[in-house]
């Protein structure tokens, strides 16, 4: 048996005008919540610091810096380091990175139970559009603000186990997982800031956009026989509502815990790292079962060519 007790902290929402230090005192207290329950692990959502900012417009993107941040730990995020380090618990959680040469990435760590940083990860399948859109009721400028990550998915053997990290609309993709599960991947985490309605299509809402949240999570942990941790930032954003629903799902696809509430709250699961193994060794054997020989269009063809 290979226990981590894994929170998942999920975060109400943020308003525009919040400081990051009233969001960082919000996670503290989550995090002495995660200690009170013996957890190992907290795991924090996308863009934890901040209002979920490319829903704003701006025509100068030099304007959007404030939303980023230029090192981590900083001034900022240091107690949660320094408290993190104190429990001994591991943590991840999302930001808006600017990097010294001056890159913008839409970013995930992962922390250790030391309080180093071990993994980071640059989100891959940025959604939305550059422009402003007059279409949409509300806009979705990720691509605007952000450049696709360089980092692609890696895995990290740290805290007794095999974890990866991804970002929202990644969890969409089955290659994301597919890609972590062919290192081994025991647990996935992930943070995601995901509108309660589609800006151009009226008739998906709320529940269709959990059913979503819950058919792609549960399936990338049952296909790749791994744990999957995904965290919302939820609620009323400036007027703008997410989901919630952040889970826990295990490595048969089933969930085993769920956010009720759209605010500030805590799932607090002991997971088993070992229950990877089953599905390892047996449906999801890769190394038995794959045909890679049929995959080839996957990784040489972006878009669809439909047979003439
Ligand atoms: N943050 C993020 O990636 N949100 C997107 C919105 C697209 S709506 C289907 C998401 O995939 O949840």
């Given at each position: 048996?290979?226990?981590?007790?894994?929170?998942?902290?999920?975060?109400?929402?943020?308003?525009?005008?919040?400081t990051r230090d009233?969001v960082v005192s919000?996670m503290l207290?989550?995090m002495?919540?995660?200690?009170?329950?013996?957890?190992?692990?907290?795991?924090y959502?996308?863009?934890a610091l901040t209002?979920?900012?490319?829903?704003?417009?701006?025509?100068?993107?030099?304007?959007?810096?404030?939303?980023?941040e230029k090192t981590m730990p900083n001034e900022a995020t240091a107690p949660l380091f320094e408290r993190a380090r104190?429990?001994?618990?591991?943590m991840s959680f999302g930001y808006a990175e600017?990097?010294?040469?001056?890159?913008?990435?839409?970013t995930?760590i992962?922390v250790?139970?030391?309080g180093?940083i071990?993994?980071?990860?640059?989100?891959?399948?940025?959604?939305?559009?550059?422009?402003?859109?007059?279409?949409?009721?509300?806009?979705?400028?990720?691509?605007?603000?952000?450049?696709?990550?360089?980092?692609?998915?890696?895995?990290?053997?740290?805290?007794?186990?095999?974890?990866?990290?991804?970002?929202?609309?990644?969890?969409?993709?089955?290659?994301?997982?597919?890609?972590?599960?062919?290192?081994?991947?025991?647990?996935?985490?992930?943070?995601?800031?995901?509108?309660?309605?589609?800006?151009?299509?009226?008739?998906?809402?709320?529940?269709?956009?959990?059913?979503?949240?819950?058919?792609?999570?549960?399936?990338?942990?049952?296909?790749?026989?791994?744990?999957?941790?995904?965290?919302?930032?939820?609620?009323?954003?400036?007027?703008?509502?997410?989901?919630?629903?952040?889970?826990?799902?295990?490595?048969?696809?089933?969930?085993?815990?769920?956010?009720?509430?759209?605010?500030?709250?805590?799932?607090?699961?002991?997971?088993?790292?070992?229950?990877?193994?089953?599905?390892?060794?047996?449906?999801?054997?890769?190394?038995?079962?794959?045909?890679?020989?049929?995959?080839?269009?996957?990784?040489?063809?972006?878009?669809?060519?439909?047979?003439?």
């Amino acid at each position: 048996m290979r226990l981590i007790n894994v929170a998942a902290a999920q975060l109400g929402p943020i308003q525009k005008g919040d400081t990051r230090d009233a969001v960082v005192s919000r996670m503290l207290a989550l995090m002495d919540g995660a200690k009170s329950r013996g957890a190992d692990l907290i795991v924090y959502p996308e863009l934890a610091l901040t209002t979920f900012f490319p829903r704003w417009y701006v025509e100068e993107t030099a304007e959007a810096d404030r939303w980023f941040e230029k090192t981590m730990p900083n001034e900022a995020t240091a107690p949660l380091f320094e408290r993190a380090r104190s429990y001994g618990m591991g943590m991840s959680f999302g930001y808006a990175e600017l990097t010294e040469d001056g890159h913008h990435f839409n970013t995930s760590i992962l922390v250790d139970q030391s309080g180093t940083i071990v993994g980071k990860y640059r989100k891959t399948h940025l959604p939305g559009h550059a422009e402003y859109s007059k279409e949409r009721s509300f806009q979705h400028l990720e691509k605007r603000y952000f450049e696709p990550g360089d980092t692609g998915f890696k895995a990290w053997r740290t805290m007794g186990g095999i974890f990866g990290m991804c970002i929202c609309n990644d969890r969409r993709w089955p290659e994301t997982y597919r890609v972590l599960g062919l290192q081994g991947v025991e647990m996935v985490l992930i943070g995601y800031n995901t509108p309660a309605v589609n800006p151009l299509r009226d008739a998906e809402g709320p529940s269709e956009r959990l059913f979503h949240n819950r058919l792609s999570v549960q399936a990338g942990a049952y296909q790749n026989s791994a744990w999957v941790v995904s965290v919302a930032k939820a609620g009323i954003e400036d007027g703008h509502h997410l989901i919630g629903g952040s889970l826990i799902v295990n490595p048969a696809g089933e969930i085993v815990a769920e956010a009720k509430t759209e605010g500030d709250e805590l799932l607090v699961h002991g997971c088993d790292l070992d229950d990877t193994v089953f599905g390892k060794k047996t449906v999801f054997d890769f190394a038995r079962h794959r045909r890679i020989e049929h995959y080839g269009l996957i990784s040489e063809q972006t878009g669809v060519i439909a047979p003439e």
